[in-house]
């Protein structure tokens, strides 16, 4: 491909990523639906009009990273702080059965394998995939109803901040068990040592911005020092310390969440994304995506794979929810509010088969999870919500 066959690559993804995008937003699906189904059009499978080249794959990584990295400046530490112990417990409840149930449902599609073979590997991958949470559409249904800032608002939205954060370390195990020769304790220590180097250089870091904001607040050197620390994050992660690239990338976005100018960051950041590198990774998804490896085989594994990932994640949050002294169905609220997915299951599967441990033919499955659990999750809170009116007394003042 020459460089001018790239610039057409590029224009056509774009306009047709974005025209999906916001037709899908029109018929109140996730924006990022769309851009997939545009991918998936224009691609291969379909009109042929753009190839999965490696220039774009990279271009996707890019917008991987960047998505990652908003993630984490929008983190609310404070939030974080004030739910804490019970939005934890919730959380690794919400990673845990989901895991397990994910795990044990593909062994039982695809037959057992014994422990440490690339098979179990591939089954505990797909149980990693339903652990992602996206509570978005939860926050807009949670807000239109009143009860965002109730304490069952607040414990979901603290809860999925930490699901995610337990989900990417799961994540970057499971990848480094693709390697036979790699032994549990040395994955274990090398995560631990990148959290612990995350946590001093974090702080010199956070202090350092500090003093930049403070002496050039909202200039743009703010962010582009924000985006060269994130792209150094994410190399140190992979490089260094053998984790993914994405985990240094969302802790780059943690480190400067509570600067004053982390809202000012994260909106530059989301022009890139938006504009560019956001379009490609979604529309990437699509274009690597073979509709002639699709089967009855995959259609029942996909509609299976629904269905556990929402029950898991129902179960998990809404038990550990009722151990922490919510009610009923303040604890089933909470668990429908975990159910919802969104870009981190994409970013996890893509990084899945960017280490061949999945098919792009799995894509399929992902995507109808996050259309279902967009479509089910305001319906059901607004059910629940409806017979549990918001109590003023857990409001906040």
Known sequence: MNTYDIFKSLAIIIIVAKLFGIGARKIHIPQVVGEIIA?????????????????????????????????????????LRKTGPIATFIACAGVFV????????????????????????????IGTIMTATSVSITVETLKELGYLKSKVGTTIMAAAIIDDVIGIIVLTFVISFRDKDVVISRVFIQTLLFFIFAIGVGFVTYKLFQIIDKRYPHTRRIPIAGLALCFAMAYIAEDLFGIADITGAYVAGIILCSISDSDYIARKMDINSYMLFGPIFFASIGLKTNLAEFSMSILWFSIGFVIVALVSKIIGCSLAARLCKFKGREALICGVGMMTRGEVALIVSQKGLSVGLISPVYFSAVILLILTSSIATPVLLKALIAKAPVDDAALEE
């Not at 224009?42 to 190839?51: C, E, F, Q, R």
Request: glycine share 14%; hydrophobic share 50%.
């Open 98 to 125: 989901p895991l397990v149930l994910g795990t044990v449902y593909y062994m039982v599609f695809y037959g057992v394998s014994s422990i440490g073979s690339p098979e179990f590997i591939e089954a505990v991958f």
């Open 39 to 79: 991918g998936l059009i224009i691609g291969p499978s379909l009109l042929g009009w753009v190839d999965s080249t490696d220039f774009i794959s990279q271009m996707a990584e890019i917008g991987v990273i960047l998505l990652m990295f908003s993630a984490g400046l929008g983190t609310d530490i404070k939030e």
